[in-house]
């Protein structure tokens, strides 16, 4: 698994609440709800890096 690292993040409020709300439908937390987003709008725009991109930048 790939390490985490934190950051802080400044999101409209009325976003944050329709992020909220999507998390808690599909019983998840706030922030694994924003990890799957970026993680499979990343996959959409062939933009995620593979595990060979991760390799070489270490």
Known sequence: MAKKKAFA???NE???KAVEKW???EFRS???QL???LNKCLKEAKRLPTKK???TKE
Do not use: K, Q, S, V
Request: charged share 35%.
């Open 35 to 37: 990890e799957w987003m």
């Open 23 to 25: 998390a808690a439908d």
């Open 30 to 32: 706030t922030n694994g």
């Open 14 to 16: 009325d976003m944050l």
């Open 53 to 55: 991109d991760t390799d």
């Open 9 to 11: 993040l400044r999101i």
